[in-house]
């Protein structure tokens, strides 16, 4: 399936979503923006899936926003701010769906693809993978969302570090700092091996611990006790909490249906 210069495909629990438009290093169009909002809130109606990778097509993940797009769709004071609902629409669909997300980034990831990787759960990268947010080079500041998920990530100075010099950092810069969680030959056959590692666990549990550490982590709204004992109660009621006691007692791997 092909939407917008995106393309998505299944692998039995396992859905890829590929940004496709490697004759402008995957650049990622308000069109993109907008679609990945949906697709991600789609993914979160099927029951069926265990997880999410986050790729690029051919040598690089995504060389950030089209400013391409820019003299059309933010260049106004009135076209900034819709055009940052947008992102942030996007953005906070991946953080919200209650499965993993894995980030398989090789090349550039630049800008706006900063933000799309670190609303991912995981970020697995190629040793010639190279992160950059060159915002201060377009007198552009980044948005709240964004700029508090790579300070939850790399901490007070590196953040600064990232956005006071618009430069790039290496490999081994990013796993040293905590933006990447791993360095591997094929980010693809990386980030499929560490969903492997969740495949078989319980979706409701995975779900639930991943709202309230977000929630946690979260620094622009207050942390919501609601919503977390609703996914602690979801799974206390649920039909895989009993699957998962009487596998224990029967000594057996346990089947969980996420319900």
């Keep these: 399936m092909v939407t917008n210069g995106i393309d998505l495909s299944r692998e039995g629990t396992i859905a890829t979503l590929t940004l496709n438009r490697p004759a402008r290093k995957n650049a990622v169009t308000f069109a993109m923006w907008q679609a990945l909002a949906d697709i ?3 993914f979160g109606r099927d029951p069926t899936l265990r997880g999410v990778i986050l790729t690029g097509a051919g040598s690089t993940f995504s060389a950030g926003a089209d400013i391409g797009d820019f003299e059309q769709t933010r260049a106004s004071t009135e076209q900034g701010i819709a055009y940052e609902v947008v992102v942030d629409a996007a953005c906070d669909a991946i953080a919200a769906l209650g499965r993993p997300v894995v980030a398989a980034i090789q090349g550039h990831c630049y800008g706006g693809a900063c933000n799309l990787a670190m609303a991912c759960d995981f970020r697995i990268i190629s040793a010639n993978a190279r992160m950059a947010i060159p915002a201060a080079k377009l007198s552009i500041v980044y948005g709240v969302k964004g ?3 790579l300070l939850g990530l790399v901490g007070l100075a590196e953040a ?3 956005f006071f010099s618009a430069q790039p950092f290496n490999a081994d810069h990013a796993l040293r700092i905590g933006f990447a969680q791993a360095i591997v030959e094929d980010p693809l056959a990386g980030a499929k091996m560490l969903l492997d590692d969740f495949s078989d666990l319980a979706p409701l549990s995975i779900a639930g611990a991943k709202a309230i550490l977000n929630g946690l982590a979260t620094t ?3 942390f919501d006790a609601d919503a977390a004992e609703t996914h602690i109660l979801q ?3 649920s039909a895989d ?4 006691r009487a596998a224990f007692s029967q000594k057996r791997a346990p089947r969980f249906q996420g319900r």
């Design 40 to 42: 991600f809130t789609d």
């Design 160 to 162: 600064k570090r990232i």
């Design 235 to 237: 799974a206390l009621n």
């Design 220 to 222: 622009d709204k207050p």
């Design 241 to 244: 909490y009993k699957e998962g």
């Design 147 to 149: 700029t508090a998920r």
